[in-house]
């Protein structure tokens, strides 16, 4: 490679480097999460439910999100399959409880994962059932909100808990 070109090629990646928006200097800054902040999300995903809406549930996701659910050997890596999954999960009117958990905190990232029960009814007599399962919830921060970007949940092998 001539000088010339091989100082050319560098001035041209400094000249990128510092070459940044004000917007794509904001993408860079990692948002401020907490302890507490992410357990909350899961009221959130709650709550969500409780609403018996699909579409308000699907809405906690984000673009690309995946979700590989207890009651479904589908996973699910678009909206309409994360929608289609709670239009008959919702009719067993789930209400979840966080068991055991452990948090991670990233740059945008977090995750919490651990273990849950979920109270079932039975869309035709109403009886009520426990479901206890492992979960992992990965939440992504872009758009100025924090969003499920994951969310794997598998019922617990039989004798275990």
Same mark, same amino acid.
């Given at each position: 490679?001539?000088?010339?070109?091989?100082?050319?090629?560098?001035?041209?990646?400094?000249?990128?480097?510092?070459?940044?928006?004000?917007?794509?200097?904001?993408a860079?800054?990692?948002?401020?999460?907490?302890?507490?902040?992410?357990?909350?999300?899961?009221?959130?995903?709650?709550?969500?439910?409780?609403?018996?809406?699909?579409?308000t549930?699907?809405?906690?996701?984000?673009?690309?999100?995946?979700?590989?659910?207890?009651?479904s050997?589908v996973?699910?890596?678009?909206?309409?399959?994360?929608?289609?999954? =709670?239009?008959? =999960?919702?009719?067993?009117?789930?209400?979840?409880?966080?068991d055991?958990?452990?948090?991670?905190?990233?740059?945008?990232?977090?995750?919490?994962?651990?273990?849950?029960?979920?109270?079932?009814?039975?869309?035709?007599?109403?009886?009520?059932?426990?479901?206890?399962?492992?979960?992992? =919830?990965?939440?992504?921060?872009?758009?100025?909100?924090?969003?499920?970007?994951?969310?794997?949940?598998?019922?617990?092998?039989?004798?275990?808990?």
């Open positions: 490679m001539n000088k010339k070109f091989a100082f050319a090629a560098s001035a041209a990646v400094a000249l990128a480097c510092v070459s940044v928006t004000p917007a794509q200097a904001r860079e800054r990692c948002a401020v999460a907490t302890r507490p902040m992410v357990e909350a999300q899961f009221n959130r995903f709650n709550a969500a439910l409780a609403t018996g809406n699909p579409g549930v699907t809405a906690l996701f984000g673009p690309g999100a995946a979700l590989l659910p207890t009651l050997n996973p699910r890596t678009d909206p309409a399959g994360i929608r289609d999954y =709670f239009v008959e =999960f919702l009719k067993k009117k789930p209400i979840g409880r966080v055991s958990s452990t948090v991670r905190i990233g740059c945008n990232m977090a995750s919490r994962v651990g273990t849950w029960t979920v109270s079932l009814a039975d869309p035709n007599t109403g009886v009520r059932s426990d479901v206890k399962a492992r979960f992992s =919830f990965v939440y992504r921060y872009a758009g100025g909100r924090w969003m499920i970007d994951h969310l794997h949940s598998s019922v617990m092998p039989e004798g275990q808990h």
